[in-house]
């Protein structure tokens, strides 16, 4: 059991991480104009 606590917390972190990454990538695929940014970013030329 010594040897499977750290390797489940190397999991659970990766495994967080991975989750937290692909999301944030998915998000900026799929829904790019949901940011703020983006948003800003394309009414300034639109009011311009």
Request: proline share 10%; hydrophobic share 35%.
């Amino acid at each position: 059991p010594r040897l499977t606590v750290p390797r489940q917390l190397r999991w659970a972190g990766c495994g967080a991480v991975c989750v937290s990454s692909t999301t944030a990538l998915l998000v900026r695929l799929f829904s790019p104009e949901c940011e703020p940014q983006n948003i800003a970013a394309y009414d300034k030329p639109k009011n311009k």
